[in-house]
């Protein structure tokens, strides 16, 4: 594999031919998601609350075989075998180091690292290490395994201290290493919401001068050690806000942006389709695109652009996914055509956004299946966006009334929105974590490891709709099942 760089705003090989970095998140693996796994709450919360009820030795296991079966080489080998030519890889940053000790680094979460690169060499794809989750938290949300709501990394030296370190320690590691494609530095900053984003979503300011010196010193870092390596940064406001962004402080920089679009979220009965009153197709969604922040911002500057994470909910009835799949079938293309870089979200997961889904009946989903009625019931996901139950809703309403009524100019939907998620999927999700260590409590060793086996490929869904469309992106025959 080519060691790859930049040269007149392309990413090239050593014979300075265009590579396109085209593939999949492998999501909720390094850094896990309540939505994509089936448990309640953070991560880091979940693994305290494993170890109280299973013991520290029974939950190490757990979320080891966990790891194992999740994503493997033969996971690479099915990526490689629908044209992927790229993956990027969500890491948690306490694999690699623990807050009980700063600036002391964790080989055996590098050691995954090495293994996954050995298997992404052996099939001929190129990672790109993305830090999802930072030090002191960069935005307020369960994907960065944040359960205060509190985004600290931006106000705490230390943690920024922490961070840069954790990068120069990465590009030490893997200076050299062509199979590692980019640095991905950030996932999603939201810069200037320390304690939760409580103006309307059109009135958030970024802190530009923060985040530019954070950006700056983690660069300066990394090529301290490593001078070639492409680095990766990404826009403020969970990667769609580029407009104070400092233009690039090195020759081997990419752009990245996330277009996650409501035709490929959203209910939607038909494709094309007119939401809210817009008409979504093929020539909508590449205008849309063309419209972005982080489309223009890369246009200005003449850098590369990966549109970092895409993606389309498919927990909707089965008739939809159709629809769904072939508007992101237009984002991909789109992309294409305007010659980005991409990845979406995500590989494999319970349902919804998985490409590869565990199946409805198999042993962990039984399982599990007191954990997800609760967790439904409550709405500890996602009920602040989507709506809770009638049992709930009335007197969060009611709750958020009450503190309105008493606070003058305080935006009543926003108000809502963070009192709910502060009092179902941050409070309620952590104590219903215990539900979920129950169902675990009195199994072996062995019967764990055969119920997370319902995460192996060969136990999953391959959703052929999707590997359709993918194989089409890539240009790849389609006329057999991987």
């Known amino acids: 594999m080519d060691l790859l760089t930049i040269r007149d705003g392309k990413v090239v090989g050593q014979d300075g031919h265009a590579v396109y970095l085209r593939g999949v998140n492998i999501g909720g693996w390094l850094n896990m998601e309540h939505f994509l796994i089936g448990y309640p709450g953070s991560e880091a919360s979940l ?23 999740f994503f493997n080489e033969g996971d690479v080998a099915f990526l490689k075998g629908a044209g ?6 969500p890491v948690n940053y306490r694999h690699l180091e623990s807050d009980l000790a700063p600036f002391e680094y964790l080989e055996s979460g590098f050691a995954r690292l090495d293994e996954t690169l050995r298997w992404c060499e052996t099939h001929g794809i190129y990672v790109i290490l993305d830090l999802h989750s930072v030090q002191g938290w960069q935005n307020g949300d369960w994907h960065c395994d944040n359960s205060s709501r509190h ?41 200037n919401a320390p304690f939760g984003r409580f103006d309307p979503d059109d009135a958030y300011v970024p802190d530009w001068d923060t985040m530019n010196a954070v950006y700056r010193r983690t660069v300066e870092a990394i090529r301290s050690v490593d001078p ?69 911002y890369a246009q200005a500057h003449s850098v590369p652009l990966l549109v970092g994470e895409f993606g389309l909910s498919m927990d909707y009835p089965s008739a939809q996914v159709p629809h769904k799949v072939a508007a992101l079938a237009d984002q991909m293309a789109a992309y294409n055509d305007l010659c980005c870089h991409w990845t979406f979200w995500s590989y494999k ?14 042993p962990y989903m039984h399982t599990i299946a007191p954990v997800l009625e609760a967790k439904t019931a409550l709405g500890v996901d996602f009920g602040w966006l989507s709506g809770f139950s009638p049992e709930i809703q009335p007197h969060l309403e009611a709750m958020s009334s009450a503190v309105a009524g008493r606070i003058p100019g305080l935006n009543s939907a926003t108000n809502f929105r963070y009192l709910a998620q ?14 979920y ?46």
């Open 349 to 362: 997961a319970l349902g919804t956004m998985g490409w590869v889904q565990a199946m409805p009946d198999s």
């Open 84 to 89: 992927i030519t790229a993956i990027r890889l």
């Open 228 to 296: 070639n390596h492409i680095i990766i940064i990404e826009g403020d406001y969970y990667s769609t806000r580029f407009t104070g962004l400092d233009a690039p402080v090195d020759a081997n920089l990419i752009a990245s942006n996330h277009n996650y679009i409501e035709a490929a979220i959203a209910p939607i009965p038909e494709y094309p389709v007119t939401l809210g009153g817009t008409y979504w197709d093929a020539a909508f969604i590449r205008r849309q695109f063309e419209q972005t922040e982080g489309y223009r």
């Open 151 to 191: 985004a600290l990394f931006w106000s705490q030296r230390q943690a920024q201290d922490r961070f840069v370190a954790l990068w120069r320690e990465i590009a030490r590691r893997y200076r050299g290493r062509a199979v590692v494609a980019a640095f991905n530095i950030m996932n999603e900053p939201l810069s």
């Open 422 to 435: 502060a009092a179902m999927s941050t409070y309620t999700a952590d104590q219903l974590q215990r539900l």
């Open 47 to 69: 693994r305290r609350t494993m170890s109280e009820i299973l013991g520290a030795e029974k939950a190490a296991f757990f979320f080891e075989r966990f790891l194992h079966h």
């Open 437 to 482: 260590a129950d169902q675990f409590a009195n199994k072996s060793e062995t019967e764990i490891d055969s119920l997370l086996a319902s995460f192996s490929l060969s136990e999953c869904m391959e959703r052929v709709e999707m590997t359709a469309a993918i194989r089409h992106a890539m240009n790849v025959p389609s006329y057999q099942k991987l």
